[in-house]
């Protein structure tokens, strides 16, 4: 049985950490036995490294790509969690919810889980949730076509 919570949260899907060199820590992962990486392209916080598929969950390891949340995070206070993606069963809803309690309209963009939107949790809770709709993949990393991925 699946847990739900009230904004339709269902799954995990990625953790995202952020460093000076993104490679540098794919490579550390790779040696642990977390292979195949794909580079991606986070426009929305000014990042870019690689998605490291971790079972059903992605390890996204990032650097800071121009400004944005990625150097702020850096220039804040060094390497670190910088956020977390979420599966959502009904991504209006949960958008609706998120609105609601920050009490401001939210952008949605292409991320690489599909049409996402990212909460303003940076300055309250020190990170940053996404939320996506859920797709079934085999992957939780996204294919060629996938990797650089723009704001819609």
Request: proline letters at 7%.
């Amino acid at each position: 049985m699946t847990r739900e919570h009230p904004n339709g949260a269902r799954a995990l899907s990625s953790i995202w950490l952020v460093s000076g060199d993104a490679d540098a820590d794919r490579r550390q992962l790779e040696k642990m036995g977390f292979g195949h990486a794909v580079p991606v392209t986070l426009p929305t916080v000014g990042a870019k490294g690689f998605c490291v598929p971790i079972g059903p969950t992605a390890l996204l390891t990032l650097q800071p790509d121009g400004d944005g949340v990625a150097r702020q995070t850096m220039t804040r206070g060094g390497p670190r969690v910088l956020g977390v993606s979420y599966g959502v069963a009904d991504l209006g809803r949960a958008q609706r919810w998120v609105e609601r309690g920050y009490e401001r309209k939210l952008a949605t963009y292409r991320g690489i889980s599909g049409e996402s939107f990212l909460a303003p949790t940076q300055d309250d809770l020190g990170l940053s949730i996404e939320f996506h709709t859920m797709q079934q993949a085999d992957t939780p990393c996204p294919t060629a076509s996938d990797r650089a991925l723009k704001p819609s």
